[in-house]
């Protein structure tokens, strides 16, 4: 998979493709609450990327989503208490025909505000380097940290992102 | 936030996936533990200082426990991960526990008539499994550690390979005191002290791995 090995444009377009087939799949399970799908995908979407190390490129890619997507479908479920049992009858429809064409929805919570409850050192590193663009290198020199330090609160701050969204949805 | 944008943040400058990052991270937690395992041994056991004259029966304990060890390391990977069978792993790790079973079965039979239940009990089996379990806890606790980063599809499996994996590593340790030579010791014993440990892993797996 050319967006493991660290091709940006191929990971751009593999996350892209993924949120599309997560909005199919997650609005067929899910039609009495459509509300909460566009949360849903943003959600399982941050896991794909703290846990894309977890992908073996020696399998097939859909069966490593479609389990995450799952285990954020069941998840999701149990906080709210509903029965997994009523939709699970069409797990065999192809998604890709299915899937919503709009890319332009917006999730009811806010993952720009929940960024700015983060550690500053954390928001920053975030700030810097994803929203800004700039290199670890350049983030790391004008934060005064050293490179790797940028690197783990770029991760800390994204899992942190990953358990509020859990938590609060 | 849109999702277009989130992808947007989330994809630029991801940076490439460190080859074998899994692998990595469940070695250095299972040589971690080994590490620990193998000081208390010194610290705490002694070494047997018999250890160099036990010959072809150390060999085959340690073949038997290394292994388990690989085995359990792999279902342990392949448990850590979303979308992925196990089945191959696990048949693994039942081949390596029936190979040594018929070892043992074998030299039961050869055994002279009246000796094979001292084969079976030898001097320590009350106390084997457990010092076993003892000594797999920090590689079991480092382990878990490791697989919180990871995304088991199931806590309660994926914790009982990490036990299955600390304790064949408690084991290893453990044979550097062990002086029982009889693999029908080694078949019943050592492996109930990996399996308590592994029972351990699969209940606090179950509660401590979520994603």
């Known amino acids: ?169 | 936030m849109k999702t277009q944008e989130l992808v947007e943040l989330l994809a630029r400058r991801a940076g490439a996936v460190a080859p074998r990052a899994v692998q990595r991270r469940l070695a250095g937690a299972a040589l971690a533990g080994l590490v620990a395992a193998t000081i208390v041994v010194f610290a705490g056991l002694g070494v047997n200082p018999q250890l160099g004259a036990m010959g072809a029966s150390l060999v085959l304990k340690l073949a038997y426990i290394g292994a388990l060890v690989l085995a359990a390391g792999w279902l342990t990977d392949r448990a850590s991960r979303p979308g992925v069978r196990s089945a191959a792993a696990a048949a693994a790790l039942v081949g390596v526990v029936l190979a040594m079973a018929a070892l043992a079965f074998v030299a039961l039979i050869d055994a002279p008539a009246g000796q094979a239940g001292s084969l079976l009990l030898g001097s320590s089996w009350r106390s084997c499994p457990w010092r076993i379990a003892l000594l797999s806890v920090p590689a079991l606790a480092l382990l878990l550690w490791a697989i919180r980063t990871l995304a088991p599809p199931s806590g309660r499996i994926a914790g009982f390979a990490a036990g299955l994996l600390a304790g064949a590593l408690g084991a290893l340790a453990y044979a550097l005191y062990c002086t029982e030579t009889s693999p029908a010791f080694v078949l019943v014993w050592y492996s109930s002290g990996v399996l308590l440990s592994a029972l351990a892993g699969a209940a606090i797996g179950s509660r401590v791995l979520k994603w």
Request: net charge positive; hydrophobic share 45%; with cysteine.
């Open chain 1, 1 to 169: 998979m050319r967006a493991q090995s660290g091709d940006e444009a191929a990971y751009r377009s593999a996350l892209a493709l993924a949120a599309t087939r997560l909005r199919g799949y997650f609005l067929r399970r899910m039609r009495t609450q459509p509300d909460d799908v566009e949360d849903l995908v943003q959600e399982t979407l941050l896991t794909i990327h703290l846990q894309r190390a977890t992908y073996d490129p020696a399998l097939p890619l859909t069966a490593w989503l479609h389990a995450i997507a799952r285990h954020k479908f069941i998840d999701f479920l149990r906080r709210h208490g509903r029965s997994a049992a009523l939709h699970d009858s069409i797990d065999d429809v192809d998604e890709s025909k299915l899937a919503v064409i709009e890319h332009d929805l917006t999730a009811r919570r806010d993952i720009g505000k929940l960024l700015e409850r983060l550690p500053a050192e954390q928001r920053q590193a975030i700030l810097d380097t994803k929203i800004e663009g700039l290199s670890v290198a350049e983030a790391a020199a004008r934060c005064g940290a050293s490179e790797s330090a940028v690197k783990v609160r770029v991760h800390r701050g994204l899992q942190r992102l990953a358990a509020w969204l859990r938590s609060e949805s």
